[in-house]
Every structure is written in structure tokens, then in C-alpha cells.
């Protein structure tokens, strides 16, 4: 069991810095001043904390953009995956199969998730599921009112899930769920694609070895110097809670995430990052990422924190900006299936950046109100108010 950091009174998170959706986010060096503190057994340290190296605002390396006639940059394939899942499908003749979906992720419980049907196959039923709430969704509406009802490219979406995390993501023993559907076409295994859409983040990070499993090692948390104005509205008193109280998530699978999802998922800083109380001793602390690539989705992360970190709660939420398998046609509506989807997600244009900022309000709730402040990741995944 790791070791827990002892302190007489902490705040809370909140960060925030709703930039446009396109745009990036502006860094801010605070002064050089605050402490470490790290428990050894019972021994407690205290050093300096830094405003260099990896204390500094958190920046994205993308691989270069080859160039066409013109200046036009080309498509590229994303370079990015995850392995939240793995699966085992079982055929059960006529075209019918039982896919079984582990969870394998490092982020904590999956809570729903989605099943693209490889291209050129279409899932004619789903039968049925062992946990939570299965259902078939895709594009609707085709041909205007005429056929409102009609699903077009049909998926497999399952929310209402609980699939716990793994004790280390070398054991396997994460939950699963059982999914079976007919198709009109076969199917093979690992064909399709299988994508994360929310999650519960678990604070301690999940091992990846066994020895680590046994043994995890203690955390390091240093303690960051609130600006003591800024624009918002919090008291200096409530900036230096609010302070402490992120303090409290550095070193964990939190900021672990926070670093992960920006250099390898989305591969982008935040767009957004807000703080604001939500009572004496908690905070509301929201995030929000712009994919880089059209194939990648919009992710966010709510939490919800506390003086006891370990008390507090993490929500992770994603939606794809378009489907996989083609690309999105202007109206942000529809996919070409006989495309390739590689496209820069900013080449979209308006259409695709108003679609980023309703997902961004509508689960951001009151995050936006005064009084709040708003916040930047650094590189070790440390939240900084602004």
C-alpha cells in the first residue's frame, strides 16, 4: 500500500484556461518558491520546488508534415493507439459471434465503450451482452425525414458498464463483458475497432510488472506557488487552497494520464483547463483536448477534488469528431466509408470547430462561472493555476 502524504489543510484543484478550441494554451512562469514533500516510512523531506525542466507547461513534439504544391500539407496516418482492451471472438455459425472484451487499461474502470465493424461489414443484430447496456448506433437520417429511423453503418455502444480495473495490467484480471451479434459479412479476430468512451480513473497508478505490483514505489509531491491575483475571482487564500489541493494528484496515475493523453493519444496541450470550488473543501476541476487528427477523439476529464486526494473522483469521457474508416464530409454529419480518414482535424474548418466547442460546454457545466481560474498541465503532469 503506497504511503500516504500527511498535511495540516489542503484545498483543491481547479484549473482552468478555456482557450479556443483550435488555439493553444499560453504558459505562465510562477516564481521559484515552494517544498517538497515526500514520505519515506514516516520520514518526511522538504526541498525547493522548480520552475524548470519538467515544471514547465507541457508541450506536444507532432512528426513533421510532408508538403504538397502549394504549401498544402498531406494526410498522415495517426500515430497514435491505445490498449484499453483486449478481446477474444468465438464464431457461433450463421455469421453469429461472441466477442468477450477484457479490460486492460491503465486508467482505471470502463464505464462504455464502442465497437466499429470492419469496413465493408454491417452488424445486422446484436443479440445480446453480459453487463450493462448494449445497443446499435451510427449515422441517422438519411434521405432527410424520409427514413428518420434508419441507421446507417452500424456500431455496437455499451454504457452502464463496470468493468473493473486490473490489479497491474500484466494480470488480466481486469472486468469484462461479453457482446454477441450477427453480421452480414465474416469477421475475423481482432478485426474492427474497439474505442474507449469513459472511464473512472483509479488515483494509484496501475502496475505494469508484477515486482512493481508488490512493490510500488512512494510518491514524490512538491508543493507549486500560487500566483497570489488572477483573474477569476478567487481570493489569494483560495488560489493557494485550490494550489495545494492539485498538489495533492502529483505523482499519481492522474498525472500520469494528463501527460499520456496530450503526447500520445490526443496529441495536443489541453484546450481548456478549469478550476473553481465547488464547496469549503472541494473542487471542480475540468479539462478538455482538441485532437490533432481527425481519426482521434475529443477527450475531457472532470474530477471532482478533495483534500483527501484518494477521496476524490475522475471521470474521463471521449467522442470521436468523425467516424473510423472515413473521412468527415463538411456538413460534420456524414462519412465517405470509401475513405481513408488521416486528415488534420483544424482542415475541417468551422463547421468542426463549433461542433469541438458545444462538446467542450456541454460537459464542462458551471466550470466556466465565477469564481474560477484557470490552469495549465506541466511536462511531469502537475496542474498549475494561472
Same mark, same amino acid.
Given at each position: 500500500?503506497?504511503?500516504?502524504?500527511?498535511?495540516?489543510?489542503?484545498?483543491?484543484?481547479?484549473?482552468?484556461?478555456?482557450?479556443?478550441?483550435?488555439?493553444?494554451?499560453?504558459?505562465?512562469? #510562477?516564481?521559484?518558491?515552494?517544498?517538497?514533500? &515526500?514520505?519515506? *516510512?514516516?520520514?518526511? %523531506?522538504?526541498?525547493?520546488?522548480? /520552475? @524548470?525542466?519538467?515544471?514547465?507547461?507541457?508541450?506536444?513534439?507532432?512528426?513533421?508534415?510532408?508538403?504538397?504544391?502549394?504549401?498544402?500539407?498531406?494526410?498522415?496516418?495517426?500515430?497514435?493507439?491505445?490498449?484499453?482492451?483486449?478481446?477474444?471472438?468465438?464464431?457461433?455459425?450463421?455469421?453469429?459471434?461472441?466477442?468477450?472484451?477484457?479490460?486492460?487499461?491503465?486508467?482505471?474502470?470502463?464505464?462504455?465503450?464502442?465497437?466499429?465493424?470492419?469496413?465493408?461489414?454491417?452488424?445486422?443484430?446484436?443479440?445480446?451482452?453480459?453487463?450493462?447496456?448494449?445497443?446499435?448506433?451510427?449515422?441517422?437520417?438519411?434521405?432527410?425525414?424520409?427514413?428518420?429511423?434508419?441507421?446507417?453503418?452500424?456500431?455496437?455502444?455499451?454504457?452502464? #458498464?463496470?468493468?473493473?480495473?486490473?490489479?497491474? &495490467?500484466?494480470? *488480466?484480471?481486469?472486468? %469484462?463483458?461479453?457482446?454477441?451479434? /450477427? @453480421?452480414?459479412?465474416?469477421?475475423?479476430?481482432?478485426?474492427?475497432?474497439?474505442?474507449?468512451?469513459?472511464?473512472?480513473?483509479?488515483?494509484?497508478?496501475?502496475?505494469?510488472?508484477?515486482?512493481?505490483?508488490?512493490?510500488?514505489?512512494?510518491?514524490?509531491?512538491?508543493?507549486?506557488?500560487?500566483?497570489?491575483?488572477?483573474?477569476?475571482?478567487?481570493?489569494?487564500?483560495?488560489?493557494?487552497?485550490?494550489?495545494?489541493?492539485?498538489?495533492?494528484?502529483?505523482?499519481?496515475?492522474?498525472?500520469?494520464?494528463?501527460?499520456?493523453?496530450?503526447?500520445?493519444?490526443?496529441?495536443?496541450?489541453?484546450?481548456?483547463?478549469?478550476?473553481?470550488?465547488?464547496?469549503?473543501?472541494?473542487?471542480?476541476?475540468?479539462?478538455?483536448?482538441?485532437?490533432?487528427?481527425?481519426?482521434?477523439?475529443?477527450?475531457?476529464?472532470?474530477?471532482?477534488?478533495?483534500?483527501?486526494?484518494?477521496?476524490? /473522483?475522475?471521470?474521463?469521457?471521449?467522442?470521436?469528431?468523425?467516424?473510423?474508416?472515413?473521412?468527415?464530409?463538411?456538413?460534420?454529419?456524414?462519412?465517405?466509408?470509401?475513405?481513408?480518414?488521416?486528415?488534420?482535424?483544424?482542415?475541417?474548418?468551422?463547421?468542426?470547430?463549433?461542433?469541438?466547442?458545444?462538446?467542450?460546454?456541454?460537459?464542462?457545466?458551471?466550470?466556466?462561472?465565477?469564481?474560477?481560474?484557470?490552469?495549465?498541465?506541466?511536462?511531469?503532469?502537475?496542474?498549475?493555476?494561472?
Amino acid at each position: 500500500m503506497r504511503p500516504r502524504r500527511r498535511r495540516e489543510k489542503v484545498g483543491l484543484v481547479l484549473a482552468g484556461c478555456a482557450v479556443a478550441l483550435a488555439g493553444a494554451i499560453t504558459a505562465l512562469v #510562477l516564481p521559484n518558491v515552494g517544498y517538497e514533500s &515526500t514520505t519515506y *516510512g514516516g520520514l518526511e %523531506t522538504t526541498a525547493p520546488a522548480p /520552475t @524548470t525542466g519538467v515544471w514547465t507547461p507541457i508541450t506536444v513534439k507532432r512528426p513533421k508534415l510532408p508538403v504538397i504544391g502549394g504549401g498544402i500539407p498531406v494526410d498522415i496516418d495517426p500515430s497514435t493507439s491505445r490498449t484499453d482492451f483486449s478481446t477474444t471472438l468465438f464464431p457461433l455459425g450463421a455469421r453469429r459471434y461472441r466477442m468477450t472484451i477484457f479490460n486492460t487499461s491503465s486508467l482505471g474502470a470502463i464505464n462504455s465503450l464502442q465497437w466499429y465493424p470492419p469496413t465493408g461489414v454491417r452488424v445486422v443484430k446484436l443479440v445480446g451482452s453480459s453487463d450493462g447496456r448494449c445497443r446499435l448506433t451510427g449515422l441517422k437520417g438519411f434521405g432527410g425525414n424520409q427514413f428518420p429511423t434508419l441507421v446507417l453503418y452500424p456500431n455496437i455502444f455499451c454504457d452502464r #458498464l463496470a468493468l473493473k480495473p486490473a490489479s497491474c &495490467t500484466c494480470a *488480466g484480471d481486469g472486468g %469484462t463483458v461479453t457482446i454477441t451479434f /450477427t @453480421t452480414n459479412k465474416p469477421v475475423a479476430v481482432n478485426e474492427g475497432d474497439l474505442r474507449l468512451r469513459t472511464a473512472t480513473l483509479v488515483f494509484d497508478r496501475i502496475p505494469v510488472t508484477p515486482q512493481s505490483a508488490s512493490s510500488p514505489a512512494p510518491r514524490h509531491v512538491m508543493s507549486i506557488a500560487a500566483k497570489p491575483v488572477g483573474a477569476g475571482g478567487l481570493s489569494a487564500q483560495q488560489r493557494r487552497d485550490a494550489q495545494a489541493a492539485v498538489d495533492g494528484l502529483q505523482d499519481s496515475n492522474i498525472s500520469l494520464q494528463l501527460v499520456t493523453i496530450s503526447t500520445r493519444w490526443v496529441q495536443s496541450v489541453p484546450a481548456t483547463c478549469r478550476i473553481r470550488p465547488v464547496s469549503a473543501n472541494a473542487y471542480k476541476v475540468y479539462l478538455f483536448w482538441v485532437p490533432w487528427l481527425a481519426a482521434e477523439p475529443y477527450v475531457w476529464l472532470d474530477m471532482r477534488v478533495t483534500n483527501d486526494p484518494k477521496t476524490s /473522483t475522475f471521470h474521463l469521457g471521449a467522442t470521436q469528431p468523425v467516424l473510423p474508416g472515413g473521412r468527415l464530409t463538411k456538413n460534420g454529419r456524414n462519412v465517405n466509408r470509401l475513405s481513408v480518414d488521416t486528415t488534420l482535424l483544424s482542415r475541417y474548418g468551422e463547421e468542426q470547430a463549433k461542433k469541438g466547442r458545444q462538446i467542450m460546454l456541454a460537459h464542462g457545466g458551471d466550470v466556466f462561472a465565477k469564481p474560477g481560474a484557470s490552469c495549465e498541465v506541466l511536462k511531469n503532469g502537475a496542474i498549475r493555476l494561472r
